[in-house]
């Protein structure tokens, strides 16, 4: 019935260091806590006597129409947790209307993902030293038919993530990030108490040299849109746009990279405010129930991306269970939406909010 039902039968079926990597954030795990903590700071406003005979939940993104505001951020290797992987989520996402943001540490084909596609793709990157693995990877997507680029832009390094580091967690069995060079990847599959595989990939392969002026390298490689993942302040916010860049992700990547960052929905105003309309701003980050994801839509967010819980639905039931765990969101999205007297998304502004009594600043 709920997301936090997918994530009890999750938990049930998962590998319990695989569960640490996907549930855990970085050090002790504050961001992480404050992402979720922030919506109960919230309050709304419902307005009656409006027509909600009919609740519409579709938006539009670059071009592409999808049924719901509620899709997938980009997580890494779908086949932790199902023998199917991306594909899995593909099928469940595209049955569901919602966007899929690929990580580019799926471990599916990106040509495999788009076949089982029903509905719009983006691939995300990480800023790899070796370039020419970026210039192909996004020549690949182009040619499979994705709508779009996300670059994350909030991982120089991988954070501490305690979990990780004291399972000595690493990519076991036979999951790879299939779509980079395995050369490039051999790091993940090795590790020790006391280390992450992951963070010690990152640390070889990620460049952290990288700036805003390297963004047209970019640029010049694609026609594609391209969204930068990880912004928080307003001042990035008005940089991002300057840069030309297409679209925005508030995002604190769940709580796994700097602990003791703002609470996602905390930074969700400011950025809004400093991007005005020249690009649409998506949203991630302890999005777990309708009625968070209408708050974030009215606090300015054109979607709202989950990152953890479509693994929960993939874990629990394959393709079937992504589609549940989305479709489940959507219901209660729109069931919040008429009950708030707000039945489209263009209705959702602040005046649906207001801080709960005693949290006012
Ligand atoms: C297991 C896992 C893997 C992730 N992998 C990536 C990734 O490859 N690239 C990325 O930009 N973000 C990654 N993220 C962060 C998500 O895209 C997203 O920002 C975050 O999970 C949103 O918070 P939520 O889990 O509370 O919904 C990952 C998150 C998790 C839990
Ligand atoms: C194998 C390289 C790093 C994967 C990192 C995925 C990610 O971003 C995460 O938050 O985890």
Do not use: C
């Amino acid at each position: 019935m709920t997301a936090s039902d997918y994530q009890r039968l999750a938990r049930e079926v998962v590998d319990p260091d695989v569960w640490d990597f996907i549930e855990g954030g970085a050090e002790s795990e504050r961001t992480l806590r404050a992402n979720l903590a922030a919506f109960d700071r919230f309050r709304l406003r419902p307005r009656v006597l409006t027509d909600v005979s009919t609740v519409d939940t579709a938006v539009s993104v670059f071009g592409t129409r999808y049924r719901t505001p509620v899709g997938v951020a980009p997580t890494a290797y779908h086949r932790l947790v199902d023998d199917e992987g991306e594909v899995a989520t593909a099928r469940g996402a595209g049955a569901a209307g919602a966007l899929f943001v690929v990580s580019v540490f799926a471990s599916r084909t990106l040509e495999d993902i788009a076949g089982a596609a029903g509905s719009g793709l983006w691939l995300h990157l990480y800023w790899f030293r070796r370039r020419e693995v970026m210039a192909g990877l996004v020549e690949r997507a182009a040619a499979a038919g994705f709508g779009a680029l996300v670059l994350t832009v909030d991982a120089p390094r991988i954070g501490r993530r305690w979990r990780d580091m004291r399972n000595g967690f690493a990519i076991g069995g036979d999951v790879a990030a299939v779509n980079i060079d395995a050369a490039v990847m051999a790091l993940t599959h090795h590790s020790d108490e006391g280390r992450s595989a992951i963070a010690e990939h990152a640390a070889e392969s990620f460049d952290a040299a990288v700036t805003w002026a390297d963004l047209a390298w970019l640029r010049q490689r694609t026609s594609l849109p391209i969204v930068l993942k990880g912004i928080l302040t307003a001042e990035d916010a008005a940089l991002a746009v300057a840069h030309g860049v297409d679209g925005i992700i508030v995002s604190n990547h769940g709580g796994r990279q700097l602990d003791g960052a703002v609470a996602s929905l905390d930074a969700l105003p400011e950025v809004v405010d400093a991007a005005g309309a020249a690009v649409p701003v998506l949203f991630d980050g302890g999005v777990r129930r309708g009625t968070d994801a209408l708050t974030a839509l009215a606090l300015g967010a054109r979607m709202v991306l989950l990152g953890r819980p479509p693994l929960w639905g993939l874990a629990a039931g394959g393709a079937d269970g992504v589609e549940g765990l989305l479709r489940t969101t959507t219901e209660e999205l729109a069931h919040a939406m008429a009950l708030a007297g707000r039945p489209r998304l263009a209705d959702l502004d602040r005046s649906v909010v207001r801080a709960r009594p005693g949290d006012e600043r």
